[in-house]
Nanobody
Framework: QAQLVESGGGLVQAGGSLRLSCTSS???????????MGWYRQAPGKERELVAT???????NYADSVKGRFTISRDNSRKTAYLRMNSLNPDDTAVYYC??????????WGRGTQVTVSS
């Protein structure tokens, strides 16, 4: 059974920073490195949108709205992906979901973590 454990959300003032973590707790190392990991977010009344992804080899992709402010990374030895978010603004307020994509296209989602940015 897939299990992605997210942490690091919370309330922060505009201009502040947060780091989200997502651990693939039931994966073994040799399998985890084959996953593409990513983060999506969903604000109230809006559709879920891609924030960033990172492949097992470390290639990254970002939404235009977060380029230069957010950084996705991974520590394969810890089976964990991270999203460092700087210069946060109220438009970044959303539930952030970790996603894991397997080599055969299977997709697993975390339960989400709330990020709230106050002005």
């Amino acid at each position: 059974q897939a299990q992605l454990v997210e942490s690091g959300g919370g309330l922060v003032q505009a201009g502040g920073s947060l780091r989200l973590s997502c651990t693939s707790s039931r994966s073994i190392f040799s399998v985890f490195i084959t996953y593409t990991m990513g983060w999506y977010r969903q604000a109230p009344g809006k559709e879920r949108e891609l924030v960033a992804t990172i492949t097992g080899g470390g290639s990254t992709n970002y939404a235009d709205s977060v380029k230069g402010r957010f950084t996705i990374s991974r520590d394969n030895s810890r089976k964990t992906a991270y999203l460092r978010m700087n210069s946060l603004n109220p438009d970044d307020t959303a539930v952030y979901y970790c996603v894991r994509v397997g080599s055969e296209g299977q997709i697993d989602w975390g339960r989400g973590t709330q990020v709230t940015v106050s002005s």
